[in-house]
C-alpha cells in the first residue's frame, strides 16, 4: 500500500517561508507527476504547483515567483518552498502524487493528509 506523508506547516506572519515535504513509502515502481494543492476555508480545492519526473513545472499565476516546486527522485520525496507569503496562502495543503506500484500496473493517484499553512497579517 502506497502512503504520502506531508511535514513542514505551521504558522508565519505575512512575508515569512515555510517548506514542505512530500514523501512517499511503499511498494512504488515510479512516481509520475507530484502536486501541490491547497484548500482555504470555505472555498474549493486548488492547484499549486505541478512538478514532471523529469523536472518541469508549472505553478498556479498567484504564487508565481515565490514558490518552488522540486523533488528528490531518489527519496520519493517532493518538496514546496514557499517564500514572501501572503494571509491569502492560508489552507489545508495536500501532497497528490501518480505512483506506479509494480511495472505492469498503471498509475494510481494518492493524496497525503494534508498540512495546515496559516500566515498571520
Known amino acids: 500500500q502506497v502512503q504520502l506523508v506531508e511535514s513542514g506547516g505551521g504558522l508565519v506572519q505575512a512575508g515569512g517561508s515555510l517548506r514542505l515535504s512530500c514523501t512517499a513509502s511503499?511498494?512504488?515502481?515510479?512516481?509520475?507527476?507530484m502536486g501541490w494543492y491547497r484548500q482555504a476555508p470555505g472555498k474549493q480545492r486548488e492547484l499549486v504547483a505541478l512538478?514532471?519526473?523529469?523536472?518541469?513545472?508549472n505553478y498556479a499565476d498567484s504564487v508565481k515567483g515565490r514558490f518552488t516546486i522540486s523533488r528528490d527522485n531518489a527519496k520519493n520525496t517532493g518538496y514546496l518552498q514557499m517564500n514572501s507569503l501572503k494571509p491569502e496562502d492560508t489552507g489545508v495543503y495536500y501532497c497528490?502524487?501518480?505512483?506506479?506500484?509494480?511495472?505492469?500496473?498503471?498509475?494510481?493517484?494518492?493524496w497525503g493528509q494534508g498540512t495546515q499553512v496559516t500566515v498571520s497579517s
Open positions: 512538478i514532471t519526473s523529469g523536472g518541469s513545472t
Open positions: 497528490n502524487a501518480d505512483i506506479r506500484s509494480r511495472s505492469y500496473r498503471l498509475a494510481e493517484s494518492y
Open positions: 511503499g511498494t512504488i515502481f515510479s512516481i509520475n507527476i
